[in-house]
Structures are given as C-alpha cells and as structure tokens.
C-alpha cells in the first residue's frame, strides 16, 4: 500500500526566510506527485503537480518542488516566504495506474510578520 | 474552472442519526471521492466512485456508505452517526491527468 509521510508537522518561520518541507513516499512504481494547500478557512487548492518529465517542477506563488526518484522525495521549497503562506501543506501520491489519491499527515506553517 | 459543491458547510447531528452528504460536481469527472480531515492525520479516504453506481472502500470505510446515482452527484452517509465520525469531510473528483479538484469541506459535529 502506498503511503506518505511529511517530515516536519509544525514549522515556524521569519518572513523572508527559505522554506523547505520534506515528503517522503512508499510506492514501488510510477507515481503522480502534487502538493495542496490549504489557507485558514478555504478549501485545499492545487500548488503543483508532477505527472512526468522535468523532475524540477514550479508552482503557484513561487512555490517549486522536486521529485528525487532514487530517495522517494518530493520536497517543497520556496525561497523567501511572506506572512500570506501561512497555512497548512499536504503532499500527496497516487499510483500512475490508480485512482486513490493518498495523503501525508500536513505540514502547519507559520510565517511570523 | 471544475467546481465541487457540497451541500452544507456545517453541520451538527445526534448520536444515532443517520447523516447524508451531498457533493456535486460540474465537469463530468468519472472518479469522486470522499476524505476525512483530522488534525494530525491528514486527509484519509472513505470511499471513492469511479463510475455511476459504482464504488470502492477506501482506507476507513467502517461506519459509511456512498451512493452514487448520477455522474455528477456522490453522497456519504453515516448510517448511525457516532462522535467518533466528529470531522471535516472533503468531496473530491478527478480527471486523469487533471489531478484532483476539493470542495470547501463539511465541518460535521456529532453530539
């Protein structure tokens, strides 16, 4: 069964500094790749996605994340993040040849002003 | 833009109820799905469709059901509402290649 873990549950940061959020998966074939978010009060919302190709992949808001197929890793990074990120950041995977889309626990990031 | 509507936004039932979601969906997406959002735990999935009338467990399918009748509708019921099944509940569907579209969730509180 495939499953996700994200690294860090609670992150804190100052504005303007780099953010880096650990995904890591278990799934022995070829998988779809996305990052989610969602903002206090709304709904998730797409941040990117990888299906094939580049493994760098660049998201909305300056968000970009990388698939390292050999370490399971899809880390999101961006690098210098604003109050307005605060919010909470799912990585989730789906088998290329399946419909289930499967979830890590969240990452809760605070950016302090 | 693909939009998933759930019925309501909050809810509050009694223990013992049985408890029915709606979600709708507007872009003929095959597959539909419906998660539960937990502090902690992430988004875990109840059950998925993908197809009228068909349906298949997803990891914590113990005290739900789904029904989906029309392509674009795809209801969860809780046949016996328990504090326990206290949660958000996210409706999603899904293209391949698309990714996957959330409504903005039902906030469910069994008394």
């Known amino acids: 069964a495939q499953s996700v873990s994200q690294h860090n549950h609670h992150v804190i940061l100052s504005e303007a500094a780099s953010l880096e959020l650990g995904c890591n998966y278990s799934?022995?074939?070829?998988?779809?790749l996305f990052w989610y978010v969602q903002y206090p009060g709304q709904h998730l919302q797409l941040l990117l996605k990888y299906f094939s190709g580049d493994p760098l992949v660049k998201g909305i808001k300056g968000f970009e994340a990388e698939f390292i197929k050999s370490k399971f890793s899809f880390n999101l990074r961006k690098p210098s993040v604003q109050w307005s990120d605060t919010a909470e950041y799912f990585c989730a995977v789906n088998a290329q040849n399946g419909n289930k889309l499967v979830f890590g626990a969240g990452t809760i990031l605070r950016v302090k002003s | 833009d693909v939009k998933v509507t759930q019925s309501s936004r909050y809810l509050v039932k009694r223990t013992g109820e049985k408890v029915f979601l709606e979600c709708v969906q507007d872009m003929d997406h095959e597959n539909m799905f419906w998660y539960r959002q937990d502090p902690g735990l992430g988004l875990r999935l109840i059950y998925f469709?993908?197809?009228?009338?068909?349906?298949e467990k997803g990891d914590i399918p113990e005290g739900y059901s789904v029904s989906r009748e029309k392509k674009e509708r795809f209801s969860l019921i809780l046949e016996s509402a328990s504090t326990n099944q206290t949660s958000m509940y996210l409706c999603?569907?899904?293209?391949?290649?698309?990714?996957?579209?959330f409504g903005s969730g039902t906030r469910l509180t069994v008394v």
């Open positions: 469709s993908y197809d009228v009338k068909m349906k």
């Open positions: 999603a569907s899904s293209f391949p290649l698309y990714g996957y579209t």
């Open positions: 799934y022995g074939g070829t998988v779809n």
